[in-house]
């Protein structure tokens, strides 16, 4: 299984600098490639690599403007890259349609055509299971709740009952959909818990990671919107809502009844406040805590997160205290002597 | 299934203001209720649907001094509106008692009555489940455990050896009860282990969300007192002791061996240091990282954490350095005038 | 089954002064420790409890300056500390070698000798299971992938396919290792997966805590090098390289493609950029985000994280611009009476 360079570059519709009939059989990273391998260039960091590289041929940039023996010119170089890595290392064989014996699946549960359920897979009262739809061992779908067609739900996970989850839909292991959002109420005599009875609807063509939790609404529903991408251990609470095509990356926590825009990034370990608005492609920074609304289009940064420069001035400012310091007494000093 | 406005106003002892007749069947948020349903007003940010709202009947506090077509004074708008949630979407039905074919129980394990074990459940040797108990599907329960009585523990959860689950505690999907304290000392040669021998135990009335991690004691027990409230993803470190009636929000973590009182908050996102004291009734504002002993009834704050208002106080002139910068820039211009 | 305190001198090579005919029948924390049982003073918080504590006697550093009926002097007081639980609380039972009639192993899996497989595991083809390796309930080891000899796999733990665990690994319940990198690529038409074909090395003596993410490499691994402990909730992101004996603790992320050098502290709710390098020996004080390069030895602090000394004196710097601003005014005031 090899390609010549020049069957590459027609295949992620690139420009060839080089030599066409090369041939390639394998993907690497830049910084490790050998003869007979590609690799990419995307990330600047890594452009030092293009000197020490025994790679075959390189993606880069349309306007990439280094020199190597083989380029390949394209428009997104991580996109063509992951093109070929699908050819040379295709997908591990997903499982052949087919219902353990072990899976417990009950009576009234509805199931479509070509579906998967692994070994110990639980399925209850008239829960729903499309077509091609694969759930891995251990895992757990609760009453009344669907899973769409050629969805892809790994080992260990637990559905809740009455829960969507749309077609195409990839949830990691470990991951709980609709576990109770968290409503109480403080008493004179304790706490009081504020009954959780909506649900979760997760859009088609949305990957959760691993162990993320996803509460249920308290009434309506959390809703995670059609593509949107969830990292590792992130947290959505009740009632958010999270548009389309949204970035979300690993250990961030979004408060409940907070409404998360379209095309939004949110990078890692960010809190979201509850009850706020993030407007369409608003970008907020790792680690950042967001205490009110964004506004759309805006990229904020820091704790409390404000627009993003203000932060970085705010940061420059601080690390020069000291300086400042040391002015401010040079000027007393001045105006003593002055006095004096 | 309905209630007349009347009806509901005896129900939750509150104040009618309106039309004691009309009918509600359901509920239904602020921002999104139609006739025939009822709605609630806590949050003041929410105020603004009063105008636009649809709603039979709002749920207020006794100083509202909106206006609206039917309004029922209450001490606590959003209990109110819980219980007729109850009311009106009664919780899901509980599993009817009985021990699934598929759990392996160990002969040595004490089970109660009325108990009900879900498939693939695995309960060890000498573990004690209490009357009424509910373990779900794919849970294990590890030797010499005890899970209370009436106690509701959710798919997919772990727990070790010897811990304790007092009556009425209910543990949400994937959380992990009783694995080892984070313990080790360096040496020479490497990381040495110190083992951690201790337990957990959790009282009465408690709930853990989702995917927790609720580390063992290395000697002696971590404690979650009675009616305290943990969200999603919490991490509770070796020999912690939490207090009683105690909010901990998603995603906090909180160190070896730290002593947390009784009705203290803990916002999400906060990371609490080891060995410290957090006195009874303390508020921790969200993403604060606390160093040091909180006092009984303080707010802390930011991080590193300190009293609230001080920390307020701090982001405002951070925000403010720069204009403090151009003040000495002049007034240093204005002394290189007077000496000039 | 009880010690003198000159067995227990000899035991962990100490320096005893007091009774050596004392005996010990227990160990207990020094706020909490009675007679007959034996404590130890690391943490100098807890020096103060020297005055109070009953214990029989306690482990002290070498140059401990206190005064105590019997004192063990050490050179590493916890460590001594821990040998002595050690013998009075010996480790609970380790599963008898078996495998469970419920567990599900594929033909083509390989299985060593004296291994323990607990109910309802699952073992997919072409798997590795090395000799004496422990897997407990309802955990499961995907397609390829290979569990060390006399590693330990908690229950409820996934392992996807094509990882490798060495020999004495130990992974606590609710882990996930091997799930897919998060690698995508924003399009005009949506959101492009970049696939996740690497995997996941986890070299021996390691130990990872309760519901971890460890994400597979895109192309080329994962890796935990050896002896590294890692503590709860903590995210390793794709193609993330951590060298060996370094402690990780808990609710810490690690972006893609960064690497940890030898013997590395990085401590709780830290969050690391991608495409970095942490240094030997470097320090990351908790809840910090680093967000460049570490030097070897170094200790960093806050966000963005920089040099611990800096970070500390930009805090105290905080809280004293008020008094700065105070300051300014009088000189302002000053030149206004000055110039008047």
Redesign the interface.
Known sequence: MSLTLEEIAQKVDGKLEGDGSATVKD???IQ?AEEGEISFLE?P?YAKYVETTNAEAIFVKKDFEGDYKNLIRVE?P??A??KV??YF?P??PIPEPGI?E?A?IADSAILGVDIYI???V?IQDEAVIENKAII?????V??GSRVGAESFI?????V???CKLSENVTI?????IG??G??????AE??????Q?GGVIVER?V?I?????I?RG???DTVIGH?S?L???I?V?H?VKIGS?C?I???T?I?GSTSVGDGVTIA??V?V?G?IDIGDGAQIA??S?VTKDVEPGTTVF???A?EQK?AR???V??????Q??D??KE??Q??KE??G
């Open positions: 993907v690497a990273e490790n990330n960091k997104n991580e996109l890259f992951s890595l699908e290392r997908s591990p353990s072990s417990s692994g070994p110990n639980v891995k061992a251990n895992s757990f609760g009453r790994n080992s260990n996970v637990s809740y009952n009455d990691h292991s470990g991951t709980v576990s109770d968290y409503g109480y109420s403080r008493t304790g706490i009081e818990k504020i009954p009875r063509d990957e990671g691993a162990n993320c939790t509460d308290t009434i309506g593509g991408k990292d590792n251990l947290q609470g009632n095509y970035f990356v690993s250990q926590g408060s890692g370990q809190g406040a009850h790792a680690k805590g820091w704790y409390p404000r203000k001035r705010d940061i400012n601080i690390r020069r205290i000291s400042l310091k002015k401010v000027l007393e001045k105006i002055m006095k």
